[in-house]
Each structure stands twice: as C-alpha cells, then as structure tokens.
Nanobody
Framework: QVQLAESGGGLVQPGGSLRLSCAFS????????MGWYRQAPGAQRELVAA???????NYADSVKGRFTISRDNAKKTLYLQMNSLRPEDTAVYYCNAYGPSRSGYYIDYWGQGTQVTVSS
C-alpha cells in the first residue's frame, strides 16, 4: 500500500512558478511509475507528467518545456516544478503511483489533490 499527500498549490499570476510536492509513504516496492495528473472543472483527469522507477520521464505536450517532474527517494518526495504558468494550467493536481495492491494486482494510488489557480 502507498499513501500520497500533495502540497504546494496556490494562486499565482500568469508567467509565475510553483513547485508541487508529493510525500509518499508505505512500500513502493513494485511501483512501476509515479506521476502528476490534473483535473479542471468539468474536464477529464489528464496525465501531466510521469516518471518511472528507472528515472525515465514523460510529459503532456501542453507542459513540455515548462514543467519538470523529479523524485527524491531519500526524502520520499515527488516534485513537479511548474514554470511559465498559464491560466489553462488551472486545475486540481493529483499525485499518482501505479503499483501492486496487497492482492498483487496493479492499481492507481491517488493523493487528495492540491489546487493550482493561475489568474491575474
């Protein structure tokens, strides 16, 4: 079982920056990937960025060149550095881990979400 807790969201002006943090606890043995998703009001939840256990990264086209995902295993924290923020980045951001449940089947683990609002 994996527990996730996001922090770092808030209100920022267009062009500004935020760094989101996701503290993870529990066993991450067998976790194949971690990532950040976001969901705007009335919209589907979408993948923003992901990182594998080996460090390979993947980004949504809309955030490439602006966002960076990283992980510090010693601090047990996943990060999302967000630069050059735009109003369309406004959403609730969720930390995600994809890994085995206690029964062995792979499932998605989610944090509670943190609100990011980009507005003048």
């Amino acid at each position: 079982q994996v527990q996730l807790a996001e922090s770092g969201g808030g209100l920022v002006q267009p062009g500004g920056s935020l760094r989101l943090s996701c503290a993870f606890s529990g066993s991450i043995v067998g976790v194949s990937a971690m990532g950040w998703y976001r969901q705007a009001p009335g919209a589907q939840r979408e993948l923003v960025a992901a990182i594998t256990g080996r460090g390979s990264t993947n980004y949504a086209d809309s955030v490439k060149g602006r966002f960076t995902i990283s992980r510090d295993n010693a601090k047990k924290t996943l990060y999302l550095q967000m630069n050059s923020l735009r109003p369309e980045d406004t959403a609730v951001y969720y930390c995600n881990a994809y890994g085995p449940s206690r029964s062995g089947y792979y499932i998605d683990y989610w944090g509670q979400g943190t609100q990011v609002t980009v507005s003048s």
